[in-house]
T-cell receptor, first 114, second 117 residues
Framework: KAGVTQTPRYLIKTRGQQVTLSCSPISGHRSVSWYQQTPGQGLQFLFEYFSETQRNKGNFPGRFSGRQFSNSRSEMNVSTLELGDSALYLC?????????????FGQGTRLTVV | AQTVTQSQPEMSVQEAETVTLSCTYDTSENNYYLFWYKQPPSRQMILVIRQEAYKQQNATENRFSVNFQKAAKSFSLKISDSQLGDTAMYFCAFMNHPGGAGNKLTFGGGTRVLVKP
């Protein structure tokens, strides 16, 4: 079974630009969550999508948005990039059953804002 | 809101020895899950072990075991017979029961473990 695939792996953007990150979950997984990892703030939850609906949202400004497609693939968009958005963005997929809570992570997208 | 605290930023251990990582959490929920994730230099987050709050028996997974103290809200990880490949960041994480707030993981700040030969 293929794992969680995130593209691109590395990205350099300029302040003020926007960026779209992609996440393909494990086949059969309908839940996709996004996390931001920075040295200062650690790992922070951005949002979760399940069956194309946002189920949870973390404490991030509206510049951060996402969506999920019918095939469960998810995209995350950050508009008007700021230097502080430089981070490793991790995507996790899970089956989201009552007794199946394991989240499988992708290798992340390293975003650098200059 | 739940919080997870890892009080040890860094720990080192000799190969084949045992190391214990601490984690405390705060929640008003009664039904939840706790996890330890490993993040090696490759940045890939890997699940090490999982504990359901309703289970009193401590989870074990090969050389990894936990000491879950629900009343004290404590969830420590013991790595036995440490191997060089265990060198990584270790994150303690909390998740409410899926029926509630979904699959949101709340992470601690991490503990860097260095296994020395």
């Amino acid at each position: 079974k293929a794992g969680v695939t995130q593209t691109p792996r590395y990205l350099i953007k300029t302040r003020g630009q926007q960026v779209t990150l992609s996440c393909s979950p494990i086949s059969g997984h309908r839940s996709v969550s996004w996390y931001q990892q920075t040295p200062g703030q650690g790992l922070q939850f951005l949002f979760e999508y399940f069956s194309e609906t946002q189920r949870n949202k973390g404490n991030f400004p509206g510049r951060f948005s996402g969506r999920q497609f019918s095939n469960s693939r998810s995209e995350m968009n950050v508009s008007t990039l700021e230097l502080g958005d430089s981070a490793l963005y991790l995507c996790a997929s899970s089956f989201r059953g009552e007794d199946n809570t394991e989240a499988f992570f992708g290798q992340g997208t390293r975003l650098t804002v200059v | 809101a739940q919080t997870v605290t890892q009080s040890q930023p860094e720990m080192s251990v000799q190969e084949a020895e045992t190391v214990t990582l601490s984690c405390t959490y705060d929640t008003s929920e009664n039904n939840y899950y706790l996890f330890w994730y490993k993040q090696p230099p490759s940045r890939q987050m890997i699940l090490v072990i999982r504990q359901e709050a309703y289970k009193q028996q401590n989870a074990t997974e090969n050389r990894f075991s936990v000491n879950f103290q629900k009343a004290a809200k404590s969830f420590s990880l013991k790595i036995s017979d440490s191997q060089l490949g265990d060198t990584a960041m270790y994150f303690c994480a909390f998740m409410n029961h899926p029926g509630g707030a979904g699959n949101k993981l709340t992470f601690g700040g991490g503990t860097r473990v260095l296994v020395k030969p």
